[in-house]
């Protein structure tokens, strides 16, 4: 199947999962495990397209574009998803609060750490689940929970139960709907959908980061708290 092509006016190439996947080719499973794992692991990967990428992903072993037994693909992407996250969270547990102690930039701002914590005073541990399905917050959620002490053992647990929800389940999804005679033949304006749907919450979430820069919010700094777990 060609490359969706005119997704490219929706964003930039490097948000466009069906760009990225057919750019590496033969290395499209690899490019999706590094990039879930980058989400979910490292700081500087909290603009990726992880709920994209994966839909994506399963749409294009659907049509034989990824030639991988969906399973494989799921357990590989499960493993990635759970490696990301303990990673993330012994970065925190190691570093302490000192590991958001950075100045904001054009693109990382304090604001998303206080909506991190503000995700593990409401929903408390369930946030490991919960913020597996929310940009940006996936990413920092794990870290929050090493800096806050969450027990170990009960970080495994929720991380178990996320990574099967969110990497194998928005694989499967998008493999199934792959299969539907409706989708294969629109393929290329769902992937346009897609994408479209996978660059608004970035952009939504750098345009209130330099909004919240330009004001006084009043909030305590982030260094000085730790997450409700």
């Known amino acids: 199947m060609p490359a969706a092509t005119p997704v490219l006016a929706l964003g930039p190439q490097w948000l466009d999962p069906d760009a ?5 080719g033969p290395l499209a499973v690899v490019g999706v495990l590094a990039i879930v794992f980058a989400e979910t692991g490292l700081l500087v990967g909290f603009f990726l397209p992880g709920d994209s990428l994966l839909f994506t992903a399963g749409m294009l072993t659907a049509t034989g574009f990824i030639d991988v037994p969906v399973l494989l693909l799921c357990a590989l992407v499960f493993a990635a998803a759970f490696a990301g996250d ?3 969270y012994l970065i925190g547990r190691s570093a302490g609060p000192r590991v ?17 914590y503000a995700w593990f005073e409401r929903y408390g541990g369930r946030t ?7 940009p940006v917050v996936r990413t920092f959620a794990p870290v929050a929970a090493g800096v806050g002490g969450m027990r170990y053992r009960t970080f495994v647990t929720y991380n178990l139960v996320g990574a099967l929800l969110w990497g194998v389940g928005v694989t499967l999804v998008g493999f199934w709907l792959g299969q ?12 346009i959908g897609i994408v479209a749907v996978s660059v608004v919450p970035v952009v939504v ?6 909004a919240g820069g330009r004001r006084d919010t009043g909030m305590s700094a982030p260094t000085e708290r730790t997450p409700h777990v």
């Open 20 to 24: 990225i996947l057919h750019w590496l």
């Open 86 to 88: 303990q990673t993330g």
């Open 100 to 116: 958001f102690r950075r100045p904001d930039s054009r693109v990382f701002r304090q604001e998303y750490v206080d909506r991190t």
């Open 128 to 134: 490991v689940v919960l913020a597996r399905f929310v």
């Open 180 to 191: 539907v005679a409706f989708v294969q033949e629109n393929i290329e304006a769902i992937l």
């Open 205 to 210: 979430e750098l345009l209130r980061g330099r």
